[in-house]
């Protein structure tokens, strides 16, 4: 499975921008699809995941209402809306996928986008 994530910019803070990841290779059955980021300086934390059965899952409330991870599965391609941005939101945004079950743990993912800047400015 390759992936390939677009999106990412310059932004101010209060702006949306909308992350896109999109899988190929072979995409069945269907994997877990979900958002890491990292910070400067900091480690790669989770941002929200979607899959089936599971659903959606958000790292935490701030996030679950800022951030909205959508997928059209029949394009293979998973989204993160994300609004009222803040400066702390700057980070590189990784999309990543499994198999299985929704996972909160970077080494639970098997295969990673490149990676897509995001920088938010006061």
């Known amino acids: 499975v390759q992936l390939q994530a677009s999106g990412g910019g310059l932004a101010q803070a209060g702006d949306s921008l909308r992350l896109s990841c999109a899988a190929s290779?072979?995409?069945?059955?269907?994997?877990?699809m979900s958002w890491f980021r990292q910070p400067p300086g900091k480690e790669r934390e989770f941002v929200a995941a979607?899959?089936?059965?599971?659903?959606?899952?958000y790292n935490d409330d701030s996030m679950k209402g800022r951030f909205t991870i959508s997928r059209d599965w029949a394009k293979n391609t998973a989204y993160l809306e994300m609004k009222s941005l803040k400066p702390e939101d700057t980070a590189v945004y990784y999309c990543?996928?499994?198999?299985?079950?929704?996972?909160?743990?970077?080494?639970?993912?098997?295969?990673w986008g490149q990676g897509t800047q995001v920088t938010v400015s006061s």
């Open positions: 290779g072979r995409t069945s059955p269907p994997y877990v």
């Open positions: 979607i899959g089936r059965p599971d659903g959606i899952t």
């Open positions: 990543a996928a499994r198999l299985g079950r929704n996972s909160r743990y970077s080494s639970h993912y098997r295969y």
